[in-house]
């Protein structure tokens, strides 16, 4: 059966030139970015795994917050070109791409949106638990996530560090952003008024199925209820039994299977363990097919 790996991540070479030259101190902050998997694609292509497909998004290096907002618009646009040109010359081993958005240029954002539809492999985009230093949840971005839930078009949230904080770390820090973000978009009550709004939430989720019992009784009901329209994926490098709580608490039908590759377990990812993971479960047939493959065609709206 085709597994497709809705969280993988590139720096493609267009793009990762011309955002080093602008701010070359990335790869300080986040020596990730120089994984050679994230731009090299002929060894991309020699460490893919067979009946997976990936679904592509660009690592953490936003345009926004670098350049102003139509220099942003405009480095976005490119970005987003290479990528599914990427995708549309490589469909043997990519199912479709993750856009990017300028935040700082939310005119440009809703154009961008606007023309979705028009671009053949595009299934979403991208939104950061933090954005501009201000939360997600933040009013200046809800015309974006509101553009999006009407059009039914899903978003990715991935972590980002907040700055304000001296001690981030890759270990537990984003797994806190994400919560975090998960919880602000709740309270704003995002759901409340779009109710198939769609939000895709990296490492499953993080610490909410962890603490199902604080939300379901410190949140209002409704809001507790919220909690659990998140979608999440399976990148947390294996590790079934926490996997189990995260099927548990968001519902089979609410997990995508993704692994974060390359990133995670040298030198290609963590594709093979959390294959491995998800099949230990022994979940019954119908439910594991889902994770890997129906439920994110479902969320796209395309046939099995």
């Not at 950061?128 to 933040?138: C, E, H, M, V």
């Not at 996530?145 to 560090?161: N, Y």
């Not at 995002?190 to 939300?215: C, E, S, T, W």
């Not at 299977?257 to 995670?264: I, K, N, S, V």
Request: glycine share 4%; aromatic share 10%.
């Amino acid at each position: 059966m085709e597994k497709i790996d809705v969280f993988a991540h590139v720096l493609l070479p267009q793009f990762k030139d011309a955002i080093l030259k602008i701010a070359p101190s990335i790869p300080e902050k986040m020596p990730f970015v120089q994984h050679p998997l994230l731009a090299n694609m002929e060894a991309r292509r020699q460490a893919a795994q067979d009946h997976v497909k990936q679904v592509l998004s660009y690592v953490n290096t936003n345009p926004e917050d670098y350049l102003e907002a139509e220099q942003a618009a405009m480095m976005v646009q490119s970005a987003n070109q290479e990528l599914l040109d990427l995708v549309a010359a490589n469909q043997d081993i990519f199912y479709g791409a993750v856009l990017m958005l300028p935040m700082n240029n939310i005119p440009a954002c809703l154009k961008i949106i606007e023309s979705f539809a028009n671009q053949k492999y595009a299934l979403g985009f991208q939104i950061f638990t933090r954005q501009l230093g201000k939360s997600i949840a933040d009013p200046t971005f809800a015309p974006v996530i509101e553009s999006c839930a009407q059009k039914a078009i899903p978003l990715w949230l991935h972590p980002v560090f907040d700055e304000r904080k001296p001690d981030n770390n890759i270990i537990f820090s984003w797994e806190y952003e994400q919560t975090q973000a998960m919880l602000q978009l709740v309270q704003a009550g995002y759901f409340q008024k779009y109710p198939d709004l769609k939000i895709i939430v990296h490492h499953a989720g993080a610490m909410a199925p962890y603490f199902a019992g604080r939300i379901n009784h410190i949140l209002a009901p409704e809001l507790a209820q919220d909690f659990r329209k998140f979608y999440v994926d399976t990148a947390l490098l294996g590790n079934s039994k926490a996997l189990e709580l995260a099927i548990d608490y968001f519902g089979h039908d609410h997990v995508l299977f993704g692994t974060d590759a390359p990133l995670g377990i040298a030198p290609a990812g963590a594709t093979k363990e959390i294959i491995q993971a998800i099949t230990q479960m022994k979940l019954p047939e119908s439910a594991t097919a889902d994770i890997f493959q129906k439920n994110f065609l479902r969320l796209i709206g395309r046939k099995e």
